[in-house]
């Protein structure tokens, strides 16, 4: 589910209008009416906020079961901070913070190389945290793999 549907549903599921629901998240109604209609996503505050009125993990408002990854890093987007934004401050749930911000990649004339590099850096930490023990021979030809699934490096 997209995540208009999935605000759709949860409002329905609370029982509230779109005023009373506008009123729950300091928002106005057409903001609301936006989010329902996919022409905004809702801004990372509010997202979060949702998440905490809602008792919803960001993750399933931003539409996975299994946990959203940024399209051009492949960080898990776990916490709203990690969410990449448009330039009128709404949502984009495809990228990090880091990768992309107010509308434009922060680092546009990035190649994917650069970024299995970038990655690379992270080697140490990720071994240890998934208990591997990747040389970064093999690293390289994982993330070369797995990076061109995603989004920005798709062709
Ligand atoms: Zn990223």
Redesign the pocket.
Known sequence: METKEILANLRAENGLTQDEMAEKLFVTRQAVSRWETGKTTPNPETLKLISEKFRVSINSLLGGDEPAV??????TLLATEDL?TEADGSTNVE??????QNGSFTDADKTIEEMIETNLCFLDEFNAQNGSSYSEDEARAILRMHLATLKRWAV
């Open positions: 940024c399209q051009s890093c492949s960080m990449a990228y990090c913070s880091h990768c992309y």
